[in-house]
C-alpha cells in the first residue's frame, strides 16, 4: 500500500516509507514523516490505524487510488494508460484543470518490472507515486512525481535517436541518463526535495501502467448509498448469465450526469478468519478476483443477458470502480453488478450514486412475476446432442402447463461445464412432443456456451414441451432451468423412456427414388399400448443455428387393415408433416391381438418431398410398449411400391427389417 497525503497538502509534504507490501526502513519498521512540518502527526496516525485495521502492509486490491477513497471519501477512478482508447489531449486538459482548481488527486502505478528496467529507468516495479505539481511548459506537458520512499534515485531520462534527441558522442543509443540537468533545466525549476522528478506525459504514458484520480465529491450536488450483500457460495460457472447478479434501477427525472462507484466491502478480525478457512475448505487459496458494472437502458427490469449493453467498465481486481453515465431525462436504467473468480462466499457492497440532479436507486423488478426453477443434468444417457443427432429426443424435457395466456421466458444454465446449450418450446399433445414447423413456439437461437435464452410473447394457454440440449452428443454437465410467466404455470420434468416401458428399435428405413412411403406390420399377442417415433439420421454436418443444411417433412401414423378397408388408429402431430430432424411421435394407442391378426396393424411411415445429396442418411423406428412378461412384438414391412431388400435394415434383430422378427 502507498499512502500519498502529499497529494493533497504540499506544505505538509508526507513521506511514507512503504510500496505495495513492501517496508523501507533501517529499523525494520514503517516510518511516515511530514518533511515541512515534522510536528504534524495525524496524517500518519490516520494511516496506521487503516493499515491495522487491513491487517499489515500485505493486502490484496490496494493501489492509491482505492486507499485514499477510503481515506478521504474522494471519488475513485483509475485510467489504464494502455489502452488504445484513450484520448491524451483530452485527458491532460482535464486533469490540469480540475488540478488547478483543487478538485483532484493524482497519482500513478508502475506494473511489474524486471530488475534490469527497474535499475535502468530508476522507478520500482509495482509502486505508486504522488504527482503533485502539473506544468506546461515549452509545449511540454510535464508532471512533478514524488516517491514516498523519499529515495534519492528518481527517474532516469531515455535517450533515443530520433531526430533532435539529446544523445551525445560518448552516449550509447537507446542508454540511460539522469533526468536532473535535463528536464529540469526545460521547465527552469529544480527538484530539491529527494524523490522528486519531473516527468513528460508521453514518457508517463509508456513507463507507467495506471492513473489514479481522486476527485472531490463536492462536485456534485446529490449523492445515495445502496448496501447489499452477494452470496456466491451456490453460484453457477464462469458462463452464468446476468439473471442472479445484483441489479439495480436507475433513473433522473432531469436527466444529467451520474457517477457510479462500487466498492466491495474487505472483513477483518473473526471475520477474515472465518472467510479464508471456507475458502481454503472448498480449494481457494487467495482472495482474488475482479468486478465490473454494466449499464442497460430500456425499461429498468432485470437483465438475463449481457446483450446490448450500453456501457460498461472494465473488470478490475481493485475493491472500487467508477462508471460515468449520462442519463436521459426520466428514462429507467438497469445497472447490474457482475464478477469473475470471486472466492466463492458471501461478499459484502456499497453501490454510491453521485448527481448534480436528484436521482433514483432501487432495486430492479423482474417483469416475470411468477418463476419456477429445476435442477436436471445431461448424463450419458440423455446427452442427445442438438437438433441433427439421432438422439435429439433423449435429451431432458420438462412439460410446461399454462392456465391462461401469458408471456414466457426460459433460461437455461449449465452449473458445471462450458460447452454450448440451447433451449426450445413446443407445442405438445398431453405429454408428446408435435414437432411440425409450426408447433416451435420459440427457442434460443444459436447455441451458447454455458447459457441459453429463449422469450416469447402471449403464448396461448395449453401444454407445452421444453426440450434442454448440448451441441454435441455425449457432453455431460448439471443445468439449471428457470422458467418465468406472467401467471401461474406447472412445470415438471418428463421422464425420456417411460417406466415400465420397452423400448425396440426396429430399424432404419431409407427412402429411394420414388419411394415415398414405408410400412411395417405389426403382430402382438395381448392388450398393448403402444408409442411409436421416428427420426431423422444426418450424414452430413449442420447448418446455421445448428440445424441440418436441408430437411425432409414426416409423416407416421399407425393403421388398421389396407386399401378400401384402411382405418387410420393415429398420425403424428394433427396428420400434418413433421420435420426429420425433430421427429415425429404417435402417442400411446391400444392394440388388440384380433386386431392384428384379422386385419392387421402398420407402422407407416411418409416423406413429403424428394432428399437430397445432404438430406437424412436413414430414419430410426421405436416402438415402445409395456413391460409385460410373455408378451411379443413382430414387425414386417412392406412399401408401395414394394421395395428392394435393403429399403430397411433392422438395426436390433439378426433379421432383414422387411421380414418377420420377434422382440
Given at each position: 500500500?502507498?499512502?500519498?497525503?502529499?497529494?493533497?497538502?504540499?506544505?505538509?509534504?508526507?513521506?511514507?516509507?512503504?510500496?505495495?507490501?513492501?517496508?523501507?526502513?533501517?529499523?525494520?519498521?514503517?516510518?511516515?514523516?511530514?518533511?515541512?512540518?515534522?510536528?504534524?502527526?495525524?496524517?500518519?496516525?490516520?494511516?496506521?490505524?487503516?493499515?491495522?485495521?487491513?491487517?499489515?502492509?500485505?493486502?490484496?486490491?490496494?493501489?492509491?487510488?482505492?486507499?485514499?477513497?477510503?481515506?478521504?471519501?474522494?471519488?475513485?477512478?483509475?485510467?489504464?494508460?494502455?489502452?488504445?482508447?484513450?484520448?491524451?489531449?483530452?485527458?491532460?486538459c482535464r486533469i490540469l484543470k480540475a488540478f488547478g482548481f483543487g478538485d483532484v488527486l493524482v497519482t500513478l502505478g508502475t506494473g511489474r518490472m524486471s530488475n534490469v528496467e527497474s535499475r535502468n529507468t530508476g522507478l520500482t516495479s509495482e509502486h505508486d507515486y504522488a504527482v503533485i505539481d502539473l506544468a506546461e511548459r515549452?509545449?511540454?506537458?510535464?508532471?512533478?512525481?514524488?516517491?514516498?520512499?523519499?529515495?534519492?534515485?528518481?527517474?532516469?531520462?531515455?535517450?533515443?535517436?530520433?531526430?533532435?534527441?539529446?544523445?551525445?558522442?560518448?552516449?550509447?543509443?537507446?542508454?540511460?541518463?539522469?533526468?536532473?540537468?535535463?528536464?529540469?533545466?526545460?521547465?527552469?525549476e529544480k527538484c530539491a526535495e529527494p524523490g522528486n522528478f519531473w516527468m513528460d506525459i508521453n514518457d508517463v504514458f509508456q513507463y507507467f501502467e495506471s492513473l489514479y484520480l481522486n476527485w472531490n465529491p463536492g462536485l456534485f450536488s446529490h449523492r445515495e448509498d445502496l448496501h447489499f450483500s452477494w452470496d456466491l457460495s451456490n453460484a453457477n460457472g464462469p458462463w452464468a448469465s446476468f439473471w442472479s447478479k445484483p441489479q439495480y434501477k436507475v433513473q433522473s427525472r432531469a436527466g444529467g450526469v451520474a457517477w457510479l462507484v462500487l466498492s466491495r466491502h474487505f472483513q477483518s478480525g473473526a471475520h477474515a478468519?472465518?472467510?479464508?478457512?471456507?475458502?481454503?475448505?472448498?480449494?481457494?487459496?487467495?482472495?482474488?478476483?475482479?468486478?465490473?458494472?454494466?449499464?442497460?437502458?430500456?425499461?429498468?427490469?432485470?437483465?438475463?443477458?449481457?446483450?446490448?449493453c450500453a456501457i460498461r467498465a472494465p473488470y478490475v481486481d481493485?475493491?472500487?470502480?467508477?462508471?460515468?453515465?449520462?442519463?436521459?431525462?426520466?428514462?429507467?436504467?438497469?445497472?447490474?453488478?457482475?464478477?469473475?473468480?470471486?472466492?466463492?462466499?458471501?461478499?459484502?457492497?456499497?453501490?454510491?450514486?453521485?448527481?448534480?440532479?436528484?436521482?433514483?436507486?432501487?432495486?430492479?423488478?423482474?417483469?416475470?412475476?411468477?418463476?419456477?426453477?429445476?435442477?436436471?443434468?445431461?448424463?450419458?444417457a440423455s446427452a442427445g446432442g442438438n437438433a441433427s443427432s439421432h438422439a435429439y429426443s433423449k435429451n431432458p424435457r420438462f412439460s410446461l402447463t399454462l392456465s391462461q395466456s401469458s408471456d414466457v421466458s426460459l433460461l437455461l444454465e449449465l452449473r458445471s461445464g462450458d460447452f454450448p446449450v440451447h433451449v426450445k418450446l413446443l407445442r405438445a399433445d398431453g405429454r408428446s412432443v408435435r414437432v411440425t414447423s409450426r408447433d416451435v413456439v420459440g427457442d434460443s437461437g444459436e447455441y451458447r456456451k454455458g447459457h441459453a435464452l429463449a422469450e416469447m410473447s402471449e403464448v396461448p394457454n395449453g401444454q407445452y414441451i421444453i426440450v434442454?440440449?448440448?451441441?454435441?452428443?455425449?457432453?455431460?454437465?448439471?443445468?439449471?432451468?428457470?422458467?418465468?410467466?406472467?401467471?401461474?404455470?406447472?412445470?415438471?420434468?418428463?421422464?425420456?423412456?417411460?417406466?415400465?416401458?420397452?423400448?425396440?428399435?426396429?430399424?432404419?428405413?431409407?427412402?429411394?427414388?420414388?419411394?415415398?412411403?414405408?410400412?411395417?406390420?405389426?403382430?402382438?399377442?395381448?392388450?398393448?399400448?403402444?408409442?411409436?417415433?421416428?427420426?431423422?439420421?444426418?450424414?452430413?454436418?449442420?447448418?446455421?443455428?445448428?440445424?441440418p443444411s436441408s430437411d425432409v417433412p414426416l409423416r407416421l401414423s399407425l393403421e388398421h387393415g389396407?386399401?378400401?378397408?384402411?382405418?387410420?388408429?393415429?398420425?403424428?402431430?394433427?396428420?400434418?408433416?413433421?420435420?426429420?430432424h425433430y421427429g415425429t411421435h404417435v402417442n400411446d394407442v391400444d392394440i388388440q391381438p384380433l386386431m392384428c391378426s384379422q386385419r392387421g396393424v402398420w407402422i407407416v411411415l411418409?416423406?413429403?418431398?424428394?432428399?437430397?445429396?445432404?438430406?437424412p442418411k436413414g430414419i430410426n423406428v421405436e416402438p415402445r410398449r409395456p413391460r409385460?412378461?410373455?408378451?411379443?412384438?413382430?414387425?414386417?414391412?412392406?412399401?408401395?411400391?414394394?421395395?428392394?431388400?435393403?429399403?430397411?435394415?433392422?438395426?436390433?434383430?439378426?433379421?432383414?427389417f422387411g421380414q418377420v422378427c420377434r422382440i
Amino acid at each position: 500500500m502507498t499512502t500519498l497525503f502529499s497529494c493533497f497538502q504540499k506544505s505538509s509534504n508526507f513521506s511514507l516509507k512503504v510500496g505495495r507490501g513492501q517496508t523501507k526502513s533501517s529499523l525494520g519498521l514503517a516510518s511516515v514523516s511530514s518533511i515541512n512540518n515534522p510536528g504534524l502527526l495525524w496524517p500518519a496516525l490516520v494511516e496506521k490505524a487503516y493499515l491495522k485495521v487491513r491487517g499489515g502492509y500485505d493486502f490484496p486490491g490496494s493501489n492509491s487510488g482505492s486507499d485514499l477513497w477510503v481515506l478521504t471519501g474522494w471519488i475513485p477512478e483509475q485510467v489504464f494508460l494502455h489502452s488504445d482508447d484513450i484520448d491524451r489531449a483530452a485527458l491532460w486538459c482535464r486533469i490540469l484543470k480540475a488540478f488547478g482548481f483543487g478538485d483532484v488527486l493524482v497519482t500513478l502505478g508502475t506494473g511489474r518490472m524486471s530488475n534490469v528496467e527497474s535499475r535502468n529507468t530508476g522507478l520500482t516495479s509495482e509502486h505508486d507515486y504522488a504527482v503533485i505539481d502539473l506544468a506546461e511548459r515549452n509545449g511540454k506537458r510535464m508532471l512533478l512525481i514524488k516517491n514516498p520512499w523519499s529515495q534519492p534515485s528518481g527517474w532516469t531520462y531515455h535517450v533515443t535517436t530520433d531526430e533532435g534527441d539529446n544523445t551525445t558522442s560518448d552516449e550509447e543509443p537507446g542508454s540511460f541518463r539522469r533526468i536532473e540537468t535535463q528536464r529540469d533545466a526545460e521547465v527552469g525549476e529544480k527538484c530539491a526535495e529527494p524523490g522528486n522528478f519531473w516527468m513528460d506525459i508521453n514518457d508517463v504514458f509508456q513507463y507507467f501502467e495506471s492513473l489514479y484520480l481522486n476527485w472531490n465529491p463536492g462536485l456534485f450536488s446529490h449523492r445515495e448509498d445502496l448496501h447489499f450483500s452477494w452470496d456466491l457460495s451456490n453460484a453457477n460457472g464462469p458462463w452464468a448469465s446476468f439473471w442472479s447478479k445484483p441489479q439495480y434501477k436507475v433513473q433522473s427525472r432531469a436527466g444529467g450526469v451520474a457517477w457510479l462507484v462500487l466498492s466491495r466491502h474487505f472483513q477483518s478480525g473473526a471475520h477474515a478468519a472465518k472467510s479464508v478457512a471456507k475458502r481454503l475448505s472448498v480449494g481457494h487459496t487467495d482472495d482474488t478476483g475482479f468486478i465490473s458494472l454494466y449499464l442497460f437502458d430500456g425499461r429498468g427490469d432485470r437483465v438475463y443477458l449481457a446483450d446490448e449493453c450500453a456501457i460498461r467498465a472494465p473488470y478490475v481486481d481493485s475493491p472500487n470502480l467508477l462508471l460515468k453515465v449520462d442519463l436521459l431525462k426520466d428514462i429507467p436504467y438497469t445497472l447490474v453488478v457482475s464478477e469473475q473468480d470471486l472466492p466463492r462466499t458471501s461478499h459484502s457492497f456499497t453501490l454510491c450514486a453521485f448527481s448534480v440532479q436528484p436521482m433514483n436507486l432501487s432495486r430492479a423488478q423482474d417483469r416475470y412475476r411468477s418463476h419456477v426453477i429445476h435442477n436436471g443434468a445431461w448424463t450419458p444417457a440423455s446427452a442427445g446432442g442438438n437438433a441433427s443427432s439421432h438422439a435429439y429426443s433423449k435429451n431432458p424435457r420438462f412439460s410446461l402447463t399454462l392456465s391462461q395466456s401469458s408471456d414466457v421466458s426460459l433460461l437455461l444454465e449449465l452449473r458445471s461445464g462450458d460447452f454450448p446449450v440451447h433451449v426450445k418450446l413446443l407445442r405438445a399433445d398431453g405429454r408428446s412432443v408435435r414437432v411440425t414447423s409450426r408447433d416451435v413456439v420459440g427457442d434460443s437461437g444459436e447455441y451458447r456456451k454455458g447459457h441459453a435464452l429463449a422469450e416469447m410473447s402471449e403464448v396461448p394457454n395449453g401444454q407445452y414441451i421444453i426440450v434442454c440440449s448440448t451441441f454435441e452428443q455425449g457432453q455431460v454437465g448439471e443445468f439449471t432451468l428457470c422458467v418465468g410467466t406472467m401467471a401461474h404455470c406447472v412445470v415438471e420434468c418428463i421422464s425420456i423412456t417411460p417406466a415400465g416401458q420397452f423400448v425396440h428399435r426396429l430399424g432404419s428405413a431409407f427412402f429411394e427414388p420414388g419411394i415415398d412411403r414405408l410400412r411395417a406390420s405389426l403382430r402382438c399377442s395381448r392388450l398393448t399400448r403402444l408409442s411409436v417415433t421416428a427420426q431423422a439420421q444426418w450424414a452430413e454436418g449442420l447448418g446455421e443455428n445448428g440445424q441440418p443444411s436441408s430437411d425432409v417433412p414426416l409423416r407416421l401414423s399407425l393403421e388398421h387393415g389396407q386399401g378400401s378397408m384402411c382405418q387410420i388408429l393415429a398420425s403424428s402431430g394433427t396428420d400434418d408433416f413433421s420435420n426429420a430432424h425433430y421427429g415425429t411421435h404417435v402417442n400411446d394407442v391400444d392394440i388388440q391381438p384380433l386386431m392384428c391378426s384379422q386385419r392387421g396393424v402398420w407402422i407407416v411411415l411418409e416423406r413429403g418431398g424428394p432428399l437430397d445429396t445432404h438430406g437424412p442418411k436413414g430414419i430410426n423406428v421405436e416402438p415402445r410398449r409395456p413391460r409385460f412378461s410373455n408378451d411379443a412384438l413382430c414387425g414386417s414391412s412392406s412399401s408401395i411400391p414394394s421395395p428392394s431388400p435393403n429399403l430397411l435394415h433392422s438395426l436390433s434383430s439378426r433379421t432383414l427389417f422387411g421380414q418377420v422378427c420377434r422382440i
